[in-house]
T-cell receptor, first 115, second 113 residues
């Protein structure tokens, strides 16, 4: 596709439910990132995938959060037993292979509201 | 460890006035520095970046930023604000040894008619 695609664009869920967020990166981009943006705050790094290397999970806030990536394509971010503090916009980004200073291309995000 | 501080969460300027958005960074090695912009209801997009070479970097829409090592700063400027510049701006830093960008908390720019 032309850009990074995220779905759903909006998700409202009840506290305690599990949610799954999807990201389709730009074709050919081997690097994929998940960030979280809480209201009025900056972007918080969650997890990074690069090709077939082990992902960098250092930003995941708790074991309720997990992410997977199928090869160099789709990624899913799963949040189990959601809490109200999980409410945020979850952003996915991808970048060109082999260059750690390459610009990130962001999707429009998934706005998660936990009631 | 790398970090970014953006001074002023909200900045208002009149149309035609100078835009100055401040960014200071902390890095143990020479950094790579970025400015991203998020227009209303859109995703973040790259405005400009500094990696190596010339310290004055020009970006899209007339914006530019200057890397000042002595001040650990990378402030964003534009000589004359347009209404269409109203957006949220994020400064970000990346060290060569890091595989992720660290973002500042963002500055919301309002342009007044």
């Amino acid at each position: 596709g032309a850009g990074v695609s995220q779905s759903p664009s909006n998700k409202v869920t009840e506290k305690g439910k599990d949610v799954e967020l999807r990201c389709d990166p730009i074709s050919g981009h081997t690097a994929l990132y998940w960030y979280r943006q809480r209201l009025g705050q900056g972007l918080e790094f969650l997890i990074y995938f690069q090709g077939n290397s082990a992902p960098d999970k250092s930003g995941l806030p708790s074991d309720r959060f997990s992410a997977e990536r199928t090869g160099e394509s789709v990624s899913t971010l799963t949040i189990q037993r959601t809490q109200q503090e999980d409410s945020a916009v979850y952003l996915c980004a991808s970048s060109s292979p082999g260059q750690y200073n390459s610009p990130l291309h962001f999707g429009n995000g998934t706005r998660l509201t936990v009631t | 460890a790398q970090s970014v501080t953006q001074l002023g969460s909200h900045v208002s300027v009149s149309e035609g006035a100078l835009v100055l958005l401040r960014c200071n960074y902390s890095s143990s090695v020479p950094p790579y520095l970025f400015w991203y912009v998020q227009y209303p209801n859109q995703g973040l997009q790259l405005l400009l970046k500094y990696t190596t070479g010339a310290t004055l970097v020009k970006g899209i829409n007339g914006f530019e930023a200057e890397f000042k090592k002595s001040e650990t700063s990378f402030h964003l400027t534009k000589p004359s604000a347009h209404m269409s510049d109203a957006a949220e701006y994020f400064c970000a830093v990346s060290e060569s040894s890091a595989r992720q960008l660290t973002f500042g908390s963002g500055t919301q720019l309002t342009v007044l008619p």
